[in-house]
């Protein structure tokens, strides 16, 4: 009787080790679903490649439900994982990015700028860098969006 249990139990582990291995872009990206293509997310095929390390059925199985559902592909307009590491590791270039709300920026590596910096040196450089004039008054420093989202709630209260 003892014998069984720790099979079932055992048996239970696997099932449900297998279960999570398997389709790991559905899981992983459940805003995803019901994509029809676009291009492939790497790290989704890395990860259900994995699952052929546990056997050929869970890795098909994994490929099969990331495919069908469309979670194996990226939305449009997002850059893979990998994407992402390697640009963050080129921080020499200004980028443009959009945050969670769909509002794009720019980013600006601040590596070479400090608090010493004068104002009117970094309105040049971001005047060049989008062809607009900048003004040095204009300029405000914000850490993430929720910093921006405090200032123009106050800039909308001042108004």
Known sequence: MNRVI?????ASAMFVTVMNLSACGYFLY???????????DPAV???DGAGLLFGLLPGIVAFAVD???GTIYLPP???????RHVSSSDQGAPEQVTDEEGQAWLRIPMEGIDENTQLEVLSDQLSGITGQ???AE????L?????????????AAAR
């Open 77 to 83: 307009g997002h850059s893979s994982v990998f994407d």
């Open 30 to 40: 459940p805003e995803r679903k019901g994509q029809a293509g676009g291009r492939v």
């Open 45 to 47: 095929v890395i990860l």
């Open 133 to 135: 004039h900048v003004d």
């Open 138 to 141: 204009d300029i405000v420093w």
């Open 143 to 155: 850490q993430d969006s929720a910093e921006l989202r405090a200032v123009s709630r106050f800039q």
């Open 67 to 69: 495919i069908t559902n």
């Open 6 to 10: 720790k099979r079932s139990i055992a």
